[in-house]
């Protein structure tokens, strides 16, 4: 049995990613902003560092791996929220269970998206990556949803590629997924919107494999990145969309 943290497992991918990891005989630490065994508000600072000193307590016995999962979509009233806790709820708390991780050689799987790779606005990347949280979040004013989630997603993943070498040293491998279309809640309700729902149903019929992801295929992909099986798999970014990214990058 190894223990495992992990954001935003009270909905969605997240509620399957624990499920998947606690059916394989795990103990998951769970944290959301309710319905978790710590409730925590990751789109500020204090949220963060008091989730971190909990999931320390909660993991005397070590910890094996930690899972950034927790973030918000694109169609968000407050696009401020997406740059607070797509990138800086996950890579904050990366950064505070490092040697925690490290103590234990651990493994930590970030929930990109496979929107990641889409043109989007690079001072906004940048701020994100060089940690101006009030910058990013200003820079939302101007942005649409969607570029503004994507580029949360672009920032988080080329956090991962450049930060790699360096937890790995510590034995911790950063690694991510990329899922597409996934059939949640949050997704479900966008594609009920009377404005966004016929674009996203038409979106889903471009899947190569003909179908949405469900949060299952994204928890078995988690599941794998953590796990021994994965061991040389450092600084990689999998993309689990049905073969979207691929018909749209050739």
């Not at 997240?14 to 103990?27: M, V």
């Not at 809640?185 to 404005?195: G, T, W």
Request: glycine letters at 10%; a negative charge.
């Amino acid at each position: 049995m190894k223990t495992y943290a992990l954001t935003g497992g009270a909905s969605g991918i997240g509620a399957a990613i624990k499920q998947q990891l606690l059916n394989e005989g795990h103990k998951v630490i769970s944290v959301d902003i309710k319905d978790a065994d710590i409730e925590a508000d990751l789109s500020s600072s204090e949220g963060r560092s008091a989730a971190i000193a909990a999931i320390v307590t909660a993991a005397n016995d070590g910890l094996d791996g930690f899972v950034a999962c927790a973030g918000v979509g694109s169609h968000i009233e407050n696009l401020g929220l997406i740059p607070r806790v797509n990138f800086f709820g996950a890579v904050e708390l990366v950064e505070g269970l490092r040697e925690l991780l490290s103590a234990s050689k651990g493994a930590v799987v970030l929930i990109s998206s496979n929107s990641a790779p889409m043109e989007t606005d690079a001072d906004y990347v940048d701020s994100l990556l060089a940690g101006d949280e009030d910058k990013a979040v200003e820079r939302t004013a101007a942005m649409a949803g969607q570029a503004a989630y994507s580029g949360s997603k672009q920032a988080l993943t080329r956090w991962m590629r450049r930060n790699n070498a360096g937890y790995a040293a510590q034995g911790v491998r950063l690694n991510a997924i990329g899922p597409g279309y996934t059939r949640t809640a949050m997704s479900a309700a966008v594609e009920q919107d009377p404005v966004y729902g016929p674009a996203i149903k038409e979106f889903v019929a471009t899947i190569p494999l003909q179908r949405p992801g469900q949060p299952e295929d994204m928890a078995q992909a988690v599941s794998f990145l953590l796990g021994d099986a994965a061991s040389f798999i450092s600084g990689s970014m999998l993309f689990v969309d049905g073969g979207h990214d691929a018909l749209f990058r050739p």
